[in-house]
């Protein structure tokens, strides 16, 4: 399975496409979007879509892993910007046919680390040790998309998971 992982952002989005189908995770390419703060919101907003949309184009990823929003009462207006980044990003994916899935960052830096508050350089070096490759880990945007996307990777190779979504099919 091919897999692309997104940490959305309005000014920095990574992504990272990780293939599935050996023993090991493979780095098939990483990136960043960026947009500049001055750029008015709705060309943001394209400027972003229009990349994930040229990744998707490009790639083929079979599913997209993007991170949950997340937020707390007093960083309100930045967890709504960010659901605008998300939003454009989950359109490509819908455009394009891929499904979708929401993994909070808490829950992807303790599938690949261990610990669910695991700070930016463990999760760097944690990703970088998944993949076997350290240039992963040269952006933290990067290494947080790839870190979604071994999220995913991890948690729908499970047997635990196979088993519950064969449980509910009954």
Same mark, same amino acid.
């Given at each position: 399975?091919? %897999?692309?992982?997104?940490?959305?952002?309005?000014?920095?989005?990574?992504?990272?496409?990780?293939?599935?189908?050996?023993?090991?995770?493979?780095?098939?390419?990483?990136?960043?979007?960026?947009?500049?703060? +001055?750029?008015?919101?709705?060309?943001?907003?394209?400027?972003?879509?229009?990349?994930?949309?040229?990744?998707?184009?490009?790639?083929?990823?079979?599913?997209?892993?993007?991170? $949950?929003?997340?937020?707390?009462?007093?960083? !309100?207006?930045?967890?709504?910007?960010?659901?605008?980044?998300?939003?454009?990003?989950?359109?490509?994916?819908? !455009? !394009?046919? %891929?499904?979708?899935?929401?993994?909070?960052?808490?829950?992807?830096?303790?599938?690949?680390?261990?610990?669910?508050? !695991?700070? +930016? $350089?463990?999760?760097?070096?944690?990703?970088?040790?998944?993949?076997? $490759?350290?240039?992963?880990?040269?952006?933290?945007?990067?290494? $947080?998309?790839?870190? %979604?996307?071994?999220?995913?990777?991890?948690?729908?190779?499970?047997?635990?998971?196979?088993?519950?979504?064969?449980?509910?099919?009954?």
């Amino acid at each position: 399975m091919r %897999i692309l992982g997104v940490d959305p952002g309005l000014v920095n989005t990574g992504y990272g496409v990780i293939d599935t189908g050996s023993d090991r995770p493979q780095v098939i390419e990483g990136g960043v979007v960026r947009t500049s703060s +001055k750029t008015p919101l709705e060309e943001r907003l394209h400027t972003i879509f229009q990349a994930v949309q040229e990744v998707i184009t490009e790639l083929r990823p079979d599913a997209m892993a993007i991170e $949950d929003l997340h937020s707390q009462p007093r960083f !309100a207006k930045t967890a709504i910007m960010m659901g605008h980044a998300r939003g454009v990003i989950v359109m490509a994916a819908g !455009a !394009a046919g %891929i499904p979708v899935f929401n993994y909070q960052p808490n829950r992807a830096k303790s599938i690949v680390t261990g610990a669910g508050h !695991a700070p +930016k $350089d463990q999760v760097m070096r944690a990703v970088a040790a998944h993949l076997l $490759d350290d240039s992963v880990t040269k952006n933290e945007h990067v290494a $947080d998309a790839f870190a %979604i996307a071994l999220c995913h990777a991890i948690i729908s190779g499970s047997p635990a998971v196979a088993a519950v979504a064969a449980a509910n099919a009954k």
